[in-house]
């Protein structure tokens, strides 16, 4: 029996706007294109968003977020220049760079995100069925046991304080072909990786989230 929409469960889906070193990123108009789809995941609701690349993050905008949606899930994209394809985070690192600047030009604080939490925090997404999704989907993936120490580590650990019996992650994705052509030409670093088509990443992408709307079921 199909779950009525209205009481079907609510994935989070969230995305970063620029940041200093690159101009463009590829998880802002991942946002944007499923928005304009209208795609949902089989059995769940879903709710799009691009967070600020700035420090205050959570607070101005992640937090209230969750408050004011209360998701069953939290998935987390975010850009890595050398992911080699859909990049796994197994763990939210209790550390953050104090000497690289926010989009706004600002800077954090402490070099820890929690003084009193944990040095990792584990992923809740349900990273072997999404990793065997994209693999018989014929789409590249890797593992990862660091998520940084900028924007991308600080959601992903915070997110996993805010919920920590919900599936919530972080999931890396390097640039889209185009998009990776477009940032090199307005002056950004030569990345390390290996760029996606925009078909494939759309794709990975509700493989994904349709993964982990298959775990929220009873």
């Not at 998009?179 to 950004?188: F, R």
Request: aromatic fraction near 6%; include cysteine; charged fraction near 15%.
């Amino acid at each position: 029996m199909s779950v009525p929409p209205i009481l079907a469960p609510l994935i989070l889906a969230t995305g970063f706007e620029h940041f200093p070193s690159a101009p463009l990123n590829p998880t802002a108009w991942l946002m944007r294109r499923l928005g304009e789809e209208g795609w949902t995941p089989e059995g769940a609701r879903l709710a799009l968003h691009t967070l600020p690349t700035t420090y205050d993050v959570c607070e101005a905008a992640l937090m209230p977020l969750i408050a004011d949606l209360k998701p069953a899930a939290v998935v987390q994209f975010g850009l890595s220049a050398r992911a080699t394809g859909v990049t796994l985070e197994r763990t939210a690192l209790n550390m953050q760079t104090t000497a690289r600047p926010d989009a706004a030009g600002g800077f954090a604080a402490t070099p820890w995100i929690d003084p009193l939490g944990p040095a990792t925090r584990a992923s809740g997404l349900p990273l072997a069925a999404i990793a065997a999704a994209l693999a018989a989907a014929g789409l590249a993936h890797d593992w990862s046991d660091s998520a940084g120490d900028y924007m991308c580590n600080l959601v992903f650990y915070r997110c996993r304080i805010a919920l920590p019996e919900a599936p919530t992650g972080f999931v890396h994705l390097p640039y889209t072909i185009p998009m990776q052509a477009e940032a090199l030409a307005a002056g950004a670093p030569q990345p390390a990786g290996v760029p996606m088509s925009e078909a494939d990443m759309f794709a990975a992408a509700k493989i994904v989230l349709q993964t982990v709307a298959n775990a929220l079921r009873p």
